[in-house]
Nanobody, 120 residues
Framework: QVQLVESGGGLVQAGGSLRLSCAAS????????MGWYRQAPGKERELVAT???????NYADSVKGRFTISRDNAKSTVYLQMNSLKPEDTAIYYC??????????????WGQGTQVTVSS
């Protein structure tokens, strides 16, 4: 069974910074990509950033230049450094994993979500 454990959310003032972490564990054969999505109240879940294995990172236009995604492959952990935070960044942030488990087909996995609140 594959699990994702997120940490690092919280309350911060506009202009501040937060760093999210997400560690994947369990029966993972290979990882295709990891990333972050977010969902604000009353809105659909949207992509924030992804980092494929051996590929280039991808960011939503709204976070380019402010957020940086990175991975520690040895720890199967993905990070999201968020700088210059704005009130509109307030949302639940979900870790995303696209991976193949030892006993199944490649599929998507989601973390439980971590709340990020940016006050003005």
């Amino acid at each position: 069974q594959v699990q994702l454990v997120e940490s690092g959310g919280g309350l911060v003032q506009a202009g501040g910074s937060l760093r999210l972490s997400c560690a994947a564990s369990g029966s993972i054969l290979s990882i295709n990509a990891m990333g972050w999505y977010r969902q604000a109240p009353g809105k659909e879940r949207e992509l924030v950033a992804t980092i494929p294995t051996g590929g280039t990172t991808n960011y939503a236009d709204s976070v380019k230049g402010r957020f940086t995604i990175s991975r520690d492959n040895a720890k199967s952990t993905v990070y999201l450094q968020m700088n210059s935070l704005k009130p509109e960044d307030t949302a639940i942030y979900y870790c995303y994993l696209w991976a193949r488990p030892h006993d199944g087909l490649t599929q998507n996995y989601w973390g439980q979500g971590t709340q990020v609140t940016v006050s003005s």
